[in-house]
């Protein structure tokens, strides 16, 4: 049993991550990246959002393949090479693990300590399985590195994720993994699929708060990254769906007017922000379930199988490489 954690953020990255930042601070329309939500309190926080009521996206996925698990093994193969995008606690592929047999498992997520985390335990349930744990950003370039197996390689990007990305954002992110893929690889994809409003909103928006306190921790991360004085309780959190753009939004909102600083090369910078001025964190597009395919088929892939649930909330979907 081999398990190592590589973290493919070394210091030159650390100037990439500040200038990403400083770029969406300083933009007219301020934003910061959804990767940067997911520091180590923030995946907890996200951890928290998949078990609420409203949060239906997790639960229906989890339905979908407790219901039709053995079908997805067989038409996706047995003993791959199973790169876990995102992977966060890893409990959604080791939940798979007994169907899929995966002959090595490979979690990628840029939260790092609590990848590594999740693994040490995973590998305690598993032994016989290899295992590797990469620290990477993977949302602008991707090349996995030489302790990944590279025969059947299927990728499992489960959750809607890809709704971070805008449709050509998504299509280049497919087009990097059908390089990454050979062949013989594939991919194992959760897509959230187009609703109604009402639904949509309160998924974003929960009762409790809690998806408030994730948004505004991006701010307390920022501020750890790049020096900056966020005072968090000057934020408010706004999450909708714009139907108009076919995806729910979540943005940051002044509530009152703040001067904030940052490091940015080495230099202090700063920005007012006014009340009412946001700084937008997130968008998470939802699909048609042919523009979601066509999406696939655009990047090299082609789809085999689509699992819905009963009302047609989300979709997983296996798609193969295109020779």
Known sequence: MHISCTEDRPRAANAHVADELHAGL?????????????DALGSKLFEAICELPEYYPTR???????RHGAEIARVAGLGSTLVDLGAGNCAKAASLFPLLQPAQYVAVDISTEFLCDALERLRQRFPQIDME???????????????????????????????NFTPDEAHGFLRRLRAQCGDDGGVLIGVDLAKDK???????????????????????????????????RAWRHHGFYNAARGRVEMHLEAVRRQEVHWNCGGQACARVFEPGDCIHTENSYKYQQADAIALLERSGFEATRVWTDPQRWFAVIHAQAIH
């Open 26 to 38: 300083n933009a007219p329309d301020a934003w910061i990246s959804p990767k940067f939500l997911y």
């Open 60 to 66: 229906t996925e989890a339905a979908i393949f407790a």
């Open 133 to 163: 744990a990469l620290g990477m950003d993977f949302s602008s370039r991707f090349e996995l590195p030489p302790q990944v197996h590279a025969a059947r390689r299927l990728f499992f990007y489960p959750g809607s994720s890809i709704g």
């Open 198 to 232: 009402a639904t949509l909103d309160a998924a974003y928006d929960d009762a409790l708060g809690v998806t408030a306190a994730f948004n505004l921790n991006v701010l307390r991360h920022v501020n750890h990254l790049v020096g900056a004085d966020f005072d968090i």
